[in-house]
């Protein structure tokens, strides 16, 4: 089954305590993101990757890494978590559509709580 | 710098009428727009995705426009069912090379049986 896998689904951690976000696709895409959402301010990107080795800021950046170094797979670091970072993550892939970005699939998301 | 507004923010119908729903955006320079659903508690699905050069798309009893000039797209959905009850979302995409999306807030539809 084509999809997008995160991991955890579900994470409270404490301020400072880095944590590694996975997120996994099986479909070969070469375009994948990231993205948080927040009441009142909807999806806002965090970083994008274009390729493996390819990675590039979205709007919203800070506090965050991320690392493209094979192909399916596209982890999100919070180095030092802090609470303002608490959120619901997605992760998306795409497959290449008419010489640019296609339908994007996304994963069933990540709650994160920072105490 | 791009913005995406979906007015109304919440919609409540009753079932088997037909509806539309507004996606706007400031930057009539797009290369796709796409309409996503999210139900509660879970991940967006990806329901139409319209390219630049395209006027509309349909899925089933979902149809999607887009008017780049006038900056609006509009979905769609005919003959409502209390399972279209989510949120939809629009996004766009400024240029084939880039990876940005900007993302609207979404419209809570609620259909009632």
């Known amino acids: 089954e084509a999809q997008v896998t995160q991991n955890p689904r579900y994470l409270i951690t404490v301020t400072g305590k880095k944590l590694t976000v996975t997120c996994s696709q099986n479909?070969?895409?070469?375009?994948m993101s990231w993205y948080r959402q927040d009441p009142g301010l909807g999806l806002r990107q965090i970083y994008y990757s274009m390729n493996v080795e390819v990675t590039d800021k979205g709007d919203v950046p800070e506090g965050y890494k991320v690392s493209r170094k094979e192909k399916r797979n596209f982890p999100l670091i919070l180095e030092s978590p802090s609470p303002n970072q608490t959120s619901l993550y997605f992760c998306?892939?795409?497959?290449?559509?008419?010489?640019?970005?296609?339908?994007?699939?996304f994963g069933e998301g990540s709650r994160l709580t920072v105490l | 710098k791009q913005e995406v507004t979906q007015i109304p923010a919440a919609l409540s119908v009753p079932e088997g009428e037909n509806l539309v729903l507004n996606c706007s955006f400031t930057?009539?320079?797009?290369?796709?727009l796409q309409w996503f659903r999210q139900d509660p508690g879970k991940g967006l699905t990806s329901l139409l995705l319209i390219q630049s050069s395209q006027r509309e798309q349909t899925s089933g009893r979902l149809n999607a426009s887009l008017d780049k000039s006038s900056g609006r797209s509009t979905l769609y959905i005919a003959a409502s069912q209390p399972g279209d009850s989510a949120t939809y979302l629009c996004?766009?995409?400024?240029?084939?090379?880039?990876?940005?999306?900007?993302f609207g807030q979404g419209t809570t539809l609620q259909v009632k049986p």
């Open positions: 479909m070969n895409h070469e375009y």
């Open positions: 930057d009539s320079a797009i290369y796709n």
């Open positions: 996004a766009v995409r400024r240029s084939s090379n880039t990876g940005k999306l900007i």
């Open positions: 998306a892939s795409s497959s290449p559509s008419g010489g640019g970005i296609g339908e994007l699939f």
